[in-house]
């Protein structure tokens, strides 16, 4: 089966309101009030923590989303202030700081004649004994980790591969791919699809899924087809670039949690739209930011590393031989 994907859209839909079957429905389209944007990802181990406060448009405007330049954005750790981000443009405020693992993180955003906005998000503990080997003849990726005892763990598998150009091994664009293939029942199967034609006829979009109910402390496994680097390469300035690709296994709070399943059904709808009618199949996306919208989230990771590096392209003399 051939799956045509578009562009992966992270959307939120705005002022929906519809009734019962015989009353009219409403769109509110109109600009309205705008509200504060408050984004904030926090990643275990990362020694700086990026803020980015914009502001809320109407859906049929296409200018960009508006930032927001004077804002006072205060970053506090289980209770204790840590400290004041810097504005560095286009709406990113920036605080030095290094994300600590099981720390209650909360992020707070001051602006003229508003109230606070926040948003409060706790780091995951380490994914612990984890590994990511791989299985070449069968074209399998084989993930081993152990559950947390005691905590409520979200955990996404997926892939990626980066291109990378010019003189440089650091990737420029990184893509998910547009499914997984899984029959392990381990899965979440909220973005689960069937083709029977394949061997494994379980496909995921973008991630594999795995909540933790009724694994607590048991050593989990989940393997899946997918994500060789093959042998593909581009010519850049005298240079070949080769492909990055990288594995990965997720542990995120529940907000990233929240966050990433309401985005990719949402997208799904999307896929859809021209079947199903959108007024059936309400869009919404996760918010856990007050007086305002928006996502303060964090998530830890183990992740496994497969890269090729550039090399000079060589000079080959002329031989008429191989020709």
């Keep these: 089966m051939m799956r045509f994907y578009t562009k992966f859209l992270w959307v939120s839909m705005l002022g929906i309101v519809w009734g019962g079957c015989e ?30 406060v914009t502001w809320t448009k109407a859906v049929y405007d296409t200018a960009d989303f508006r930032a927001e330049e004077l804002a006072s954005v205060w970053l506090y750790g289980d209770g204790k202030e840590i400290g004041k981000a810097v504005y560095r443009g286009e709406g990113w405020y920036v605080l030095s700081h290094r994300v600590m693992e099981g ?15 926040w948003g409060e ?53 990184f893509e998910l791919p547009s499914y997984i293939e899984t029959n392990s029942t381990l899965a979440d199967p909220f973005n689960r699809t069937f083709d029977y034609e394949e061997e494994v006829p379980a496909e995921y979009d973008y991630f594999v899924r795995v909540e933790d109910a009724g694994f607590d402390g048991q ?14 390469r581009m010519e850049y300035n005298g240079y070949y670039s080769y492909l990055v690709g990288m594995h990965f296994i997720l542990s995120l709070d529940e907000h990233y949690d929240h ?11 999307l896929w859809n739209m021209e079947s199903l009618p959108l007024f059936y199949t309400p869009l919404w996306t996760y918010s856990n930011v007050r007086n305002g919208l928006g996502l303060v989230a964090s998530y830890v990771r183990f992740v496994d590393v497969k890269e090729r590096v550039f090399r000079k392209v060589k000079d080959e003399s002329f031989n008429d031989l191989n020709d």
């Design 23 to 52: 009353r009219e429905m409403v769109l509110n389209l109109g600009k309205g009030e705008a509200l504060p944007v408050l984004s904030c990802i926090l990643r275990a181990g990362d020694d700086s923590v990026r803020v980015r």
């Design 103 to 117: 720390t209650i993180y909360k992020v707070e955003v001051w602006m003229k004649d508003r109230d606070r906005v």
């Design 121 to 173: 998000t706790r780091v995951p503990l380490p994914i612990r004994e984890a590994s990511i080997t791989y299985d070449t003849i069968r074209h399998r990726v084989i993930n081993c980790w152990r559950d947390i005892p005691g905590e409520k763990n979200y955990y996404w598998l997926s892939y990626c591969r980066g291109i990378t150009f010019g003189d440089t091994t650091r990737p420029t664009r």
């Design 219 to 232: 050593r989990l496994m989940l393997e899946y087809v997918g994500g060789p680097l093959g042998n593909d």
């Design 259 to 269: 966050y990433l399943r309401s985005a990719i059904m949402n997208q799904e709808y």
